[in-house]
C-alpha cells in the first residue's frame, strides 16, 4: 500500500508537468459538482462560516468566509477532518462558493452542512480526492523550475510539517492536504486567484 506521504511526492510530480494556469480553479464548470449548502440541524442559524482546512475549528468568523443556507457550491476535493453533527460525520470538501455575495471564495465545509446524496462519512461518486493524480498535459513552465519543486518534495518525503521557512502560506500541515504540498514546493507560487484576501464584511443572524 503507497503511503499518503509518497503520494504527496507523486502529486508534486504529476503537477510538475501542468500548466500553471491549470492550477487556478474556475468557477463552476459544467457537468461540475454543485450542491447546497442546507441547515441540517435545524437550529436557527442562518448560515455557516466556510473553514481554513478540515478542522471544524479552523475559522475566520468574517463577511469573505459566511455562506447563507441555499448556496451553491462546487465540490473540488474531499478529504477527511473533523467529526460534526450528531452523527460525527467526518467527510469534509474542499469548495468553491458558485453563487451568492461570495461566489468564487474557495474553503473547506463539512458534508453534514452539504445536500450530497450520500449517508455520513462518504463522498460523491466522481469527486476528486487527495489520492487522486492529475492527468498529464504538454509542460509549459521551465523544466528547471519543474525539477526544483520535484527536488523539494523528495527531500519532504514523509514530513507531516515544515518550517516556517518551508511553509510560506502559515497554519498548515502537508499531511492529507495534496495542494498546501505542491504550493509549498513551488515556493508558494502558486495561488488561486479567487483566494486572494477579500474586504471583511458583515453577517446577518447566528452561523456555525
Same mark, same amino acid.
Given at each position: 500500500?503507497?503511503?499518503?506521504?509518497?503520494?504527496?511526492?507523486?502529486?508534486?510530480?504529476?503537477?510538475?508537468?501542468?500548466?500553471?494556469?491549470?492550477?487556478?480553479?474556475?468557477?463552476?464548470?459544467?457537468?461540475?459538482?454543485?450542491?447546497?449548502?442546507?441547515?441540517?440541524?435545524?437550529?436557527?442559524?442562518?448560515?455557516?462560516?466556510?473553514?481554513?482546512?478540515?478542522?471544524?475549528?479552523?475559522?475566520?468568523r468574517d463577511g469573505a468566509h459566511y455562506v447563507t443556507y441555499g448556496t451553491n457550491v462546487q465540490l473540488l476535493r474531499g478529504l477527511s477532518g473533523s467529526a460534526v453533527g450528531s452523527k460525527a460525520n467526518t467527510a469534509w470538501d474542499r469548495v468553491q462558493v458558485v453563487s451568492g455575495p461570495n461566489n468564487g471564495r474557495i474553503g473547506y465545509i463539512s458534508e453534514h452542512w452539504?445536500?450530497?446524496?450520500?449517508?455520513?462519512?462518504?463522498?460523491?461518486?466522481?469527486?476528486? %480526492?487527495?489520492?487522486?493524480?492529475? #492527468?498529464?498535459? =504538454?509542460?509549459? &513552465?521551465? $523544466?528547471?523550475?519543474?525539477?526544483?519543486?520535484?527536488?523539494?518534495?523528495?527531500?519532504?518525503?514523509?514530513?507531516?510539517?515544515?518550517?516556517?521557512?518551508?511553509?510560506?502560506?502559515?497554519?498548515?500541515?502537508?499531511?492529507?492536504?495534496?495542494?498546501?504540498?505542491?504550493?509549498?514546493?513551488?515556493?508558494?507560487?502558486?495561488?488561486?486567484? %479567487?483566494?486572494?484576501?477579500?474586504? #471583511?464584511?458583515? =453577517?446577518?443572524? &447566528?452561523? $456555525?
Open positions: 500500500m503507497v503511503s499518503p506521504h509518497r503520494r504527496l511526492a507523486a502529486t508534486v510530480a504529476a503537477v510538475a508537468v501542468i500548466p500553471m494556469t491549470a492550477l487556478v480553479p474556475s468557477a463552476a464548470r459544467a457537468g461540475g459538482l454543485v450542491y447546497q449548502v442546507t441547515n441540517y440541524d435545524n437550529d436557527g442559524t442562518k448560515g455557516v462560516y466556510l473553514r481554513n482546512s478540515s478542522n471544524v475549528n479552523d475559522v475566520s452539504v445536500n450530497t446524496p450520500v449517508g455520513s462519512n462518504q463522498h460523491v461518486s466522481g469527486e476528486a %480526492s487527495c489520492s487522486s493524480t492529475p #492527468a498529464p498535459v =504538454t509542460p509549459s &513552465a521551465p $523544466a528547471a523550475y519543474n525539477s526544483a519543486a520535484i527536488a523539494w518534495a523528495q527531500k519532504h518525503n514523509g514530513q507531516i510539517y515544515g518550517t516556517s521557512a518551508e511553509q510560506p502560506q502559515s497554519k498548515h500541515q502537508w499531511s492529507g492536504y495534496c495542494w498546501t504540498f505542491v504550493r509549498d514546493a513551488f515556493g508558494g507560487k502558486v495561488r488561486a486567484v %479567487s483566494e486572494a484576501p477579500r474586504a #471583511a464584511g458583515t =453577517t446577518t443572524g &447566528a452561523a $456555525a
